[in-house]
C-alpha cells in the first residue's frame, strides 16, 4: 500500500516568513495530492491540492510543488500570519473505483507574532 | 461543498458500552468514510462506507468492534461497540462528492472512555 511521510513534524517561523512542509510518497501510482489544514479543535480542512499531471499550483500565499520523478511535493507558505498556526497534513490519493487516501503524520507549524 | 453534520460533537462513555456516531451529509454523495484521529496523531482510515452493501474495512479495523450502516447517499453510521480506554480518539466522517472529487470532513466526534 502507499506510505506518506512528512516533514518536519513540528515547524515555527516567524511572522512573514516562509514555510515549507515536505512529502515524500511510495505508490508511484498516486495521482491526486490534498493538502489539509486543521485548526485546534476544529475539523481538517482542503486548502489546496495538485494533480499528477501538474507541477505546481498556487492560490494566494499558498503554493504546491510536485516532482513525480522523485516522488515528492511540497506545501510552501509566504508572508505567514499568526492565523497560519495549525496542523498541515499531506495525503496521496491511489486511483481506483474509490480514491484510497493515506495521509502523512502531520506538521504543526506555529508563526510567532 | 456538501455540509456535513457529525453528531453527536463529544461524549463521555463507560467502559463496555457502545455508542453510535451519525454523520449527515445536505446532498448525495458517492462515497462517505469513517476515520479515527488519536490525539496528536494523524488520520487513519477506519472503512469505507458503501451504500446498499458491507462496509469496506482496512487493515486493523473489524465489522463486530465498528459496525457501520449506510441507508442511502446521505446518511452513515459508526458504532464503537464494547468501548474501552483505547477507543478515547476523534472519530471523523468524510464524504468525497464524486470521482476525482477531495474528501470533506464533518467536524469530529471526540470520544472518551472511562
Known amino acids: 500500500g502507499e506510505n506518506v511521510e512528512q516533514h518536519p513534524s513540528t515547524l515555527s517561523v516567524q511572522e512573514g516568513d516562509s514555510a515549507v512542509i515536505k512529502c515524500t510518497y511510495s505508490d508511484s501510482a498516486s495521482n491526486y495530492f490534498p493538502w489539509y489544514k486543521q485548526e485546534l479543535g476544529k475539523r481538517p480542512q482542503l486548502i489546496i491540492d495538485?494533480?499528477?499531471?501538474?507541477g505546481e499550483k498556487k492560490d494566494q500565499r499558498i503554493a504546491v510543488t510536485l516532482n513525480k520523478t522523485a516522488k515528492h511535493f511540497s506545501l510552501h507558505i509566504t508572508e505567514t500570519q499568526p492565523e497560519d498556526s495549525a496542523v498541515y497534513f499531506c495525503?496521496?490519493?491511489?486511483?481506483?473505483?474509490?480514491?484510497?487516501?493515506?495521509f502523512g503524520t502531520g506538521t504543526k507549524l506555529q508563526v510567532i507574532p | 461543498s456538501a455540509v456535513i453534520s457529525q453528531k453527536p460533537s463529544r461524549d463521555i462513555c463507560q467502559r463496555g458500552t457502545s455508542l453510535t456516531i451519525q454523520c449527515q451529509v445536505d446532498s448525495q454523495v458517492t462515497m462517505m468514510f469513517w476515520y479515527r484521529q488519536q490525539p496528536g496523531q494523524s488520520l487513519t482510515l477506519i472503512a469505507t462506507?458503501?451504500?446498499?452493501?458491507?462496509?469496506?474495512?482496512e487493515s486493523g479495523f473489524v465489522i463486530d468492534k465498528f459496525p457501520i450502516s449506510r441507508p442511502n447517499l446521505t446518511f452513515s453510521t459508526l458504532t464503537v461497540s464494547n468501548m474501552s480506554p483505547e477507543d478515547s480518539s476523534i472519530y471523523l466522517c468524510?464524504?468525497?462528492?464524486?470521482?476525482?472529487?477531495?474528501?470533506?470532513f464533518g467536524d469530529g466526534t471526540r470520544l472518551s472512555i472511562l
Open positions: 468524510s464524504v468525497e462528492q464524486g470521482p476525482g472529487q477531495p474528501q470533506h
Open positions: 495525503a496521496a490519493t491511489l486511483p481506483g473505483g474509490y480514491q484510497k487516501v493515506t
Open positions: 462506507a458503501n451504500q446498499g452493501s458491507e462496509a469496506t474495512y
Open positions: 495538485i494533480r499528477s499531471n501538474v
